[in-house]
């Protein structure tokens, strides 16, 4: 059974930063690229940052490109997300998932296991 947890959300002022965890259970991340969406009340989930398998290349959203970072430790079988320099806009439930190995890092439907997300909320 493959468990996707995220953990570090939190309500931060706008300039903040934070540093989410994915913690993952039941497969290698070393085996599969890994992507962060986020999902505001009323919107659709929107991709936020990939990161592939073997680490080497990662993508991100126009929005977060320069702020946010991805990264994983494969030995803790966990992805991060650093955010910085957080705006309001930026507020949302934030979800790591499982990519299933074919296709884009940045549609939603091309992964197979997610976590429950964390909510990050940026007051200005």
């Known amino acids: 059974q493959v468990l996707v947890v995220e953990s570090g959300g939190g309500s931060v002022q706008a300039g903040a930063s934070l540093r989410l965890s994915c913690s993952v259970s039941?497969?290698?991340?070393?085996?599969?690229?890994m992507g962060w969406f986020r999902q505001a009340p009323d919107s659709q989930r929107e991709f936020v940052s990939s990161?592939?398998?073997?680490?080497?290349?990662?993508e991100y959203a126009a929005s977060v490109k320069g702020r946010f970072t991805i990264s994983k430790d494969d030995a803790r079988n966990t992805v991060y997300l650093q955010m910085s320099s957080l705006k309001p806009e930026d507020t949302a439930r934030y979800y790591c998932?499982?990519?299933?190995?074919?296709?884009?890092?940045?549609?939603?439907?091309?992964?197979?296991?997610w976590g429950q997300g964390t909510q990050v909320t940026v007051s200005s």
């Open positions: 998932a499982v990519h299933g190995g074919r296709g884009s890092f940045d549609s939603p439907a091309l992964y197979n296991y």
């Open positions: 990161i592939t398998f073997s680490g080497g290349t990662t």
């Open positions: 039941g497969l290698s991340i070393i085996d599969y690229a």
